[in-house]
């Protein structure tokens, strides 16, 4: 749970969007923020946070945040 | 492992050209609207870059640059016996542009000189093959020009890509002398990664026709660009360098028994102040030792680490300085040196 409050946390960070509610179902690249540069901001802040690194093939496959945060736990 | 290393080699100067005419990044909006210029320009950190106008090339702004340090310095011509002239944006696709430089900058005939043909990595990669041929003690002086005019590479349609490169060309003066030190370099490759940074087109795998030289829109996004423009995928671009780089300096410190509090300076390919930004806080690099000349000529290719030397560095290089390199970009190839500066000649930038 605490890993889920922290990887909240950089996706607020990364997507500007610090005031948002946001559940693990949301579709995050539906969001209005999401473009290219958040996306380079959000692959820097998952390298800096979580030490892993997603490849823009993987982006494709990815759609809720949950999806996000279960890739990034397979990688680790 | 490519791993080289070289004694009492060293650069002796270096010197820059680039064109006058400035391109201020937020006003560059003829194709986007400001707001958007201005989130991107905020992200980059790119404010402003140098366009040759029509008719320059990569070689005019070496041939300045030459001719600048050549003079600087007082070199005897005839004593330079080697050049090698870096570019993925050559005069013609023959004679190699090399050969017309020994001739316009008046070298003996008996010059040996070539073509290398790298992007951001070739500076640091033409440095080694330079060091090698001085090291095997025939010849007294060489030079190493490398220039581009990746501004004309790139679709102004396409924001990827449009609001990062520029150009320039340098020139470095490299000889042999027992008071220059170690070199070490490290050197790497994976074509696998070829797509990452392409032009598609106006090769020989696909020739130019009717077709590739036709505007389409190439994304969701709705950027418009050619085949015979250069594409990146600026986000694997990003991780390629986050994963590889910091390896390749750990590699070649190792190789050359120093660690980071030796340095006085690391100078980077400068890609976008966002890449390396984030590469100086992950490799945990003191800012004040780390030069930057982003802001004010962008991604310069393979020119933009002697451009950040030549810009930033003048007056700061007396005596002994310990610097490390490193280039990466499209192939991807990359390269990192580790060098002891001595007493390097820095000419002031040549405009033209």
New interface residues.
């Given amino acids: 749970m605490v890993m889920e409050t922290k990887f909240i946390k950089v996706i607020k960070d990364a997507l500007e969007i610090e005031d948002k509610n946001l559940s693990m179902n949301e579709k995050f690249k539906e969001f209005e923020e999401w473009?290219?540069?958040a996306?380079?901001?959000l692959?820097?802040e998952l390298?800096?946070n979580f030490d892993v690194?997603?490849?823009?093939s993987d982006?494709k496959n990815i759609n809720t945040l949950q999806e996000l945060f279960d890739h990034i736990q397979s990688q680790k | 492992m490519a791993l080289l290393q070289f004694d009492q080699v060293g650069i002796c100067g270096l010197a820059a050209a680039v064109p006058a005419q400035t391109i201020l990044s937020r006003e560059y909006t003829q194709y986007f609207p400001a707001a958007d210029v201005a989130?991107?320009v905020a992200?980059t950190g790119i404010e402003e870059r140098r366009f040759a106008p029509e008719g320059m090339c990569s070689s005019d702004l070496c041939f300045a640059a030459a001719e600048k340090l050549i003079s600087d310095l007082d070199v005897d011509k005839s004593e330079i016996e080697l050049l090698v002239f870096v570019s993925q944006t050559p005069d013609y696709r023959m004679p190699a542009t090399s050969v017309l430089l020994q001739d316009r900058l008046g070298l003996s005939k008996q010059t040996m000189v070539f073509d290398l043909t790298l992007g951001c990595s070739a500076f640091v990669y033409g440095l080694s093959v330079v060091f090698s041929l001085v090291q095997s003690g025939q010849i007294k002086k060489a030079l190493l020009l490398d220039g581009e005019t990746r501004s004309r590479v790139y679709n102004p349609k396409d924001r990827?890509v449009a609001f990062l490169f520029g150009d320039g060309g340098v020139a470095a003066l490299i000889e042999k002398d027992p008071k220059y030190g170690k070199t070490f370099f490290s050197l790497n490759s994976d074509g696998s990664k070829g797509d990452l940074i392409k032009i598609k087109a106006g090769g020989y795998r696909n020739p130019s026709s009717a077709e590739s030289v036709k505007e389409k829109v190439v994304d969701v996004?709705g950027n418009i660009s050619t085949d015979e423009h250069g594409s990146m995928?600026?986000?694997?671009v990003?991780?390629f360098v986050?994963?590889e780089i910091p390896n390749d300096i750990a590699r070649v410190m190792e190789a050359a028994g120093t660690d980071k509090k030796a340095f006085d300076y690391f100078v980077f390919h400068q890609a976008n102040a966002?890449m390396n930004g984030?590469l100086a806080?992950?490799l945990k690099l003191p800012l004040e030792k780390v030069p930057s000349s982003i802001r004010e000529f962008g991604n310069t290719s393979s020119v933009s680490i002697p451009l950040t030397i030549v810009s930033q560095l003048q007056g700061k290089l007396e005596g002994k300085k310990k610097v490390l390199l490193s280039g990466f970009g499209v192939g991807m190839s990359w390269a990192s040196a580790v060098m002891d500066l001595q007493d390097c000649w820095i000419s002031d930038v040549v405009e033209l």
């Fill in positions: 473009d290219s540069l996306q380079l901001t692959i820097a390298d800096e690194t997603i490849q823009t982006f | 989130e991107i992200k990827r996004h995928d600026g986000a694997d990003f991780n986050i994963q966002f984030y806080k992950k």
